[in-house]
């Protein structure tokens, strides 16, 4: 689509495994993305996100739905998929409302 050099064209998904794999690979700990987060941002904040969930969490997690619209969100709803580490894609975290 372009000249090489001129610009680049990664899907954001692919951003997120990027990411991930460096994390892996300069973390002293080669921590996944989701237990370096955990580690070191969410548990000393003590607030609630994660990218792959853990079973006991699983059933604090509200299902996706949206019946305006004709996608299926079966495989999003399941539980292999919130245990799954997409680091683009996947985060979870609590909501909370005022």
Known sequence: MWSPGEAHGYH?????????ELVRRVDPKKRTLGEFIR???TKPLQIEFYIGLPFKEE????????????HSFTDFNQYRTHQAE?????????????
Request: charged share 20%; net charge negative.
């Open 12 to 20: 954001s998904l692919t951003y997120g495994w990027l990411a991930g």
């Open 59 to 70: 059933y604090r997690v509200s299902p996706l739905d949206d019946e305006k619209t004709i």
């Open 39 to 41: 580690d070191e941002i």
């Open 86 to 98: 997409i680091p683009a894609a996947n985060g979870i975290m609590l909501a909370l409302w005022s």
